[in-house]
């Protein structure tokens, strides 16, 4: 009979095999990677809203004229821009005093307080991910404008970053159905070249950079891809492609775990930007400790948003099959 945790192992030391805790729950974020990095984000110092100008008409006095036919001199406005409302996120970490005494010298395992810090950041970028996919309606409006509204699956309606899409073309997102017709995926490729296409500015410039999908979808494509088996050894052999993403005309394509089922986005970071407040991207503000509780806290806040600059350019795929 044992008094508490037994004789064995109150007389043995624990074997400690890692100095941190091993993740069990945080996903690879792959589309908040993208857009938190290179020309996808964009810092600005302030203002009331984030605005984004933008030529969306042509001067229509163009024409061909003969001798002292008149000329038109009408003025045509061919500027105006897309407006966004900034988005606040925070989160907190509570670390006792008994916690931390406990964590101190000999009994410390792993810094209790860098690794709380490190789950809360894991934590934030968990929720940003999520949202970013989602339509910004939730909590009162107070969520990201994500890309169930910015890359719509219906692109005609609504009024986004202020302008009415179902009276401007212009601030319309690229969008086609990839059901099935007779077995799973047999349109799935060719409704891919289509919706590339048309986010490309021509031939030469401005393509969908990254897509993104669900894994179900994701190995969907990969089934309709001829293998290119290697065998480096007769012991070894790769039945599948390794690449973390697989190209489709030049563009990476992969799948996110909080990508809505049935659908696939084609991006590009030149024409959808994560901005945000500079000085207010993950910050960690000073620790605070109440009056009545031997603790501090720490919060970490975020101000920033989505932004489609160019919502022609984007495109997504949906209800696949």
């Known amino acids: 009979m044992s008094v508490n945790v037994g004789q064995r192992v109150a007389a043995n030391w624990e074997l400690v095999v890692k100095t941190k805790p091993e993740d069990q729950i945080h996903d690879d974020y792959w589309i908040f990677n993208r857009l938190s990095e290179g020309e996808g984000f964009v810092g600005k110092s302030g203002g009331d809203f984030i605005t984004c100008p933008i030529e969306y008409a042509l001067n229509g006095t163009v024409g061909s004229y003969a001798d002292l036919d008149t000329i038109s001199t009408t003025r045509y406005d061919v500027f105006d821009r897309y407006e966004a409302q900034w988005k606040e996120y925070a989160g907190t970490y509570a670390i006792s005093d008994l916690e931390s005494d406990r964590n ?5 395992v792993f810094d209790l307080r860098n690794a709380k810090l490190e789950n809360l950041r894991n934590s934030i970028k968990n ?16 969520d990201f404008t994500g890309l169930a509204t910015l890359v719509s699956s219906s692109p005609s309606s609504g009024t986004v970053q202020g302008v009415d899409r179902g009276s401007f073309s212009f601030a319309r997102n690229q969008q086609a159905s990839g059901a099935q017709t007779s077995s799973a995926f047999d349109n799935l490729r060719a409704v891919m070249r289509s919706i590339y296409n048309l986010c490309s500015n021509g031939i030469s410039a401005d393509h969908p950079s990254f897509g993104v999908t669900t894994r179900t ?15 480096p050894d007769k012991s070894a052999a790769d039945g599948g492609f390794k690449n973390e993403t697989l190209a489709f005309k030049g563009m990476g394509l992969s799948y996110d775990n909080d990508c809505p089922t049935g659908l696939m986005y084609m991006l590009n970071p030149k024409f959808l930007k994560l901005y945000y407040k500079t000085g207010a991207w993950m910050k960690a503000l000073p620790s605070q400790r109440p009056v009545n509780q031997t603790a501090d806290f720490v919060i970490i806040r975020s101000m920033a948003n989505l932004v489609a600059t160019n919502p022609r350019r984007l495109g997504v795929l949906t209800a696949i099959t």
Do not use: D, P, S
């Not at 101190?104 to 410390?108: C, F, I, L, V």
């Not at 929720?127 to 107070?142: L, S």
């Not at 979808?217 to 065998?231: D, I, Q, T, Y």
């Open 104 to 108: 101190a010298g000999e009994g410390q």
């Open 127 to 142: 929720k940003f991910n999520e949202h970013f996919y989602a339509a910004g309606t939730a909590n009162a409006g107070k």
């Open 217 to 231: 979808v994701f190995e969907g494509f990969e089934g309709l891809l001829l293998a290119n088996e290697r065998f």
